[in-house]
């Protein structure tokens, strides 16, 4: 075998463009746990209804991408508000064990109302875009792009987290809620404003996936555990660690399957996660 | 400014305060002392509507507080330190600082604000960038009456300053207190440490098991044979 593989190289870049995208989904559901210390088991099945959005409403009704983008993210916002005050809010200061099987329970009914709306056909965007094709090493635009973009909206939300008041108040919420009120905060609207973020995270999501991958109502099984692990290997609510382990993780599949076989890529990802489970079950950057 | 009348309040069955009346004038430094498990937390927690009141009322300058949400209770001009300090840990000391300006009327103030706070505490300054939770306790004593100035408050409301430092702070956050006093600030304390407080307050209230014991200017509380046998001992 040569020493520098030109496919390796490939396997590589694509691994980081996976990273980025695999990262913005870690991000949502890292955000919301880390703020109202709820995990959205559901967050993936918002991710797929945000999916359908883009391809009706390009693909039936004409409209254009951009525009198609853009409902999408309102949707899942205005979805990740409604799963706040219909689901969340009520089982607020439950047991953690109840709040995961409400929004697992969410779940299986998002899945199954998908699937006797849309039926189980798999469906594509149909949006082809050319690749980027330097030497012999050749990268999809739609990779690309979704890795910029989740870039960019990683980029804006730490500005906004870190340079704004309400920001501010997101990151102080999840260290002291008893005293926001004393800051002149309702912690009620926070909690809201967080979701709607969570949820705008999950439709960009959408964007990002609904470019590469076909539409069907389980797609959500596929990175939901996916980006869940990414999260709990990161630290859960740590969005530092998140988007670093969403980083390996996508390096291990890329490269792993570019060894053995693309099955074999996620066999190691996973295998990889239980051992770090054991090595370090506060995630990479979680506190003990 | 501030008047409470006939105000009792608990924690669900458990009652806390009984008929508890007092009444902080514009210009004045009022404490409330009284042993542990007295009440006083309490009484500060209902004037931040942190806990609803259960019968009585409290008013700042003549407004009722009974349909005031909490989170808009800093824009009547009321601003509290709470018991422990309770700053955002993780957090930067200017963060936790930019928290304490977050509502509208204060957030255009905020840098003229901030320049005041750390002319009054340079070591803050100094701090700045530093998280908050790794700051020793007087410090952070600092940095959470910081905080509460930064709402440009009409009323500071200071929950136990000394608990849970060491002696030799506890004298440097009495000298704050003075300190704001001069920057002309009215000002609620919730004491334990008796004899310190009544050096730097104009009147007092001596507060137990939820009732209002006594009541009189500083000189006159220290001179009492109460609180000289019960509380200044030694």
């Known amino acids: 075998m040569q020493i520098f593989d030109i496919f390796l190289l490939e396997a590589v870049l694509n691994g980081i463009l996976f990273g980025g995208v695999l990262a913005l989904l870690a991000l949502g559901l890292n955000l919301i746990f880390g703020v109202i210390d709820v995990v959205w088991i559901c967050y993936a099945e918002l991710m797929m209804l945000g999916m359908y959005c883009v391809f009706f409403l390009h693909k039936v009704h004409g409209l254009p ?122 912690p009620s609207r926070i909690y809201l404003l967080t979701s709607a973020i ?68 996620y066999v190691m990802a996973f295998g990889f996660f239980i051992i770090m489970m054991f090595a370090r079950p506060q995630g990479i950057l979680g506190a003990k | 400014m501030l008047e409470l009348s006939r105000v009792s309040a608990g924690y669900g069955s458990f009652q806390a305060l009984f008929d508890v009346s007092l009444e902080v004038r514009a210009g004045e430094a009022v404490a409330v002392i009284g042993p542990n498990g007295a009440g006083k937390t309490t009484l500060l927690r209902a004037i931040s509507k942190l806990i609803e009141v259960s019968a009585g009322e409290i008013r700042m300058e003549g407004r009722s507080l009974g349909d005031v949400p909490a989170h808009r209770i800093i824009d009547l001009g009321l601003s509290q330190v709470p018991e422990h300090r309770r700053l955002f840990p993780r957090l930067t000391v200017e963060e936790n600082l930019r928290m304490g300006a977050y509502t509208a009327a204060a957030r255009p103030k905020f840098a003229q604000r901030l320049e005041m706070v750390y002319a009054l505490f340079p070591r803050m300054k100094e701090r700045r960038h530093q998280m908050a939770g790794t700051m020793s306790g007087g410090e952070q004593q600092m940095c959470a009456i910081g905080r509460a100035l930064m709402s440009g408050p009409k009323l500071l409301l200071l929950d136990e300053p000394s608990a849970g430092l060491a002696p030799v702070i506890v004298q440097s956050i009495f000298d704050l207190v003075r300190k704001i006093r001069e920057e002309g600030y009215t000002v609620m304390i919730v004491e334990q440490n008796v004899r310190q407080v009544l050096k730097v307050v104009d009147r007092a209230y001596l507060l137990e098991v939820g009732r209002i014991k006594l009541a009189g200017s500083a000189a006159e509380l220290l001179a009492s044979a109460e609180i000289q046998k019960a509380y200044v001992g030694l």
């Open chain 1, 65 to 186: 991408l951009v525009a198609a983008f853009g409902a999408a993210v309102v949707l899942v916002a205005f979805l990740g508000v409604l799963l706040h005050v219909l689901v969340i809010r009520p089982v607020l200061n439950s047991e953690p064990i109840n709040q995961l099987l409400v929004t697992g329970g969410v779940l299986t009914f998002l899945q199954a109302a998908a699937t006797l709306a849309f039926g189980i056909d798999f469906r594509n965007l149909g949006v082809s875009m050319p690749s980027l094709a330097v030497g012999e090493i050749s990268l999809p635009w739609s990779r690309i792009s979704a890795a910029l973009t989740a870039l960019v909206a990683m980029t804006a939300l730490y500005v906004f987290l870190k340079k704004t008041y309400l920001g501010t108040a997101i990151r102080a919420i999840s260290q002291d809620r008893a005293i926001m009120p004393l800051m002149g905060v309702s």
């Open chain 1, 198 to 265: 969570g949820g705008a995270l999950a439709g960009l999501g959408a964007c990002l996936l609904v470019l590469q991958y076909d539409v069907h109502p389980a797609i959500g099984l596929t990175f939901g555990p996916l980006t869940f692990m990414v999260c709990v290997l990161g630290g859960l609510g740590n969005m530092l660690g998140g988007f670093i382990a969403a980083f390996i993780f996508a390096q291990l599949i890329a490269v792993g399957g570019f060894y053995f076989h693309l099955e074999w890529g």
